[in-house]
T-cell receptor, first 114, second 112 residues
């Protein structure tokens, strides 16, 4: 069975600080997908990124960047120069051969203070 | 661009009542997933449908049933509601299982 661990339950930073959210997964699958979602206080799930297991290239999108390392089964998410609007719960998720049937981590609540 | 539409957005029911949640996938998407997210919890996969057939099943209670119709919209039927069913119910859709999928805004069900 797959497992996703987000060890950080809550993180609090001051605006403009960089912050990294950790995600570690366990699987025996060789083909799989990893996701990050943002859930702001309004409740909707906002898709941030999808990465398949064959693509270890790191990705940067604006202030967001992701570091995928298969050797350590980690898929960490960094927000550079955080802003108050980044305050949300962030979920890391694992999808196997049926990517839609994802297993979510417990989430990390990020609070960015002005 | 069209997104996944869920209705209603909010629903309040009493214990032992029934509820029906609806999901309209992105046009041409053939796969629908249902998730349940309890207060302070992560989303839990309930059930999925591909081409109107159940494709996978997760932690869906026997009191719940779902189906996907010919127009690909899906409905989640919940009977004998319990207080513990109060949650945010998300629907997501995709074009086949291994492509990117999009979540709807969710239906917040409150059972009183």
């Amino acid at each position: 069975a797959q497992k996703v661990t987000q060890a950080q339950t809550e993180i609090s930073v001051v605006e403009k600080e960089d912050v990294t959210l950790d995600c570690v997964y366990e699987t025996r699958d060789t083909t799989y997908y990893l996701f990050w979602y943002k859930q702001p206080p309004s409740g909707e799930l906002v898709f941030l990124i999808r990465r398949n297991s064959f693509d270890e290239q790191n990705e940067i999108s604006g202030r967001y960047s992701w570091n995928f390392q298969k050797s350590t089964s980690s898929f960490n998410f960094t927000i550079t120069a955080s802003q108050v609007v980044d305050s949300a719960v962030y979920f890391c998720a694992f999808g196997g051969t049926n990517a839609g049937k994802s297993t979510f981590g417990d989430g990390t609540t990020l609070t960015v203070k002005p | 661009a069209a997104g996944v539409i869920q209705s209603p957005r909010h629903l309040i029911k009493e214990k032992r009542e029934t509820a029906t949640l609806k999901c309209y996938p992105i046009p041409r998407h053939d796969t629908v997933y249902w998730y349940q997210q309890g207060p302070g919890q992560d989303p839990q996969f309930l059930i999925s449908f591909y081409e109107k057939m159940q494709s996978d099943k997760g932690s869906i209670p026997d009191r719940f049933s779902a189906q996907q119709f010919s127009d690909y919209h899906s409905e989640l039927n919940m009977s004998s509601l319990e207080l513990g069913d109060s949650a945010l119910y998300f629907c997501a859709s995709s074009l086949q299982a291994n492509y990117g999928y999009t979540f709807g805004s969710g239906t917040r069900l409150t059972v009183v």
